[in-house]
């Protein structure tokens, strides 16, 4: 399946539920951002879905609380 047809965004659409299928829906039906592919679906979704940590952050955390 090419990964920038829109099958399969449908396709990734229905695998999703809760807050990331909100989220594709409104991915898919935003004027900007609809002609565009599973990739670039999945980069927006791991912006908005999972948080952005380094080993350099976590290891400022842990030396602060030791």
Known sequence: MDLESSYAMIWVGMHLKDGTKILHIQFRANEDTKHLGVEENLKA?????????SKETLWNEFQVIR
């Open 45 to 53: 979704l791991r912006q908005y879905c999972i948080p952005f940590t």
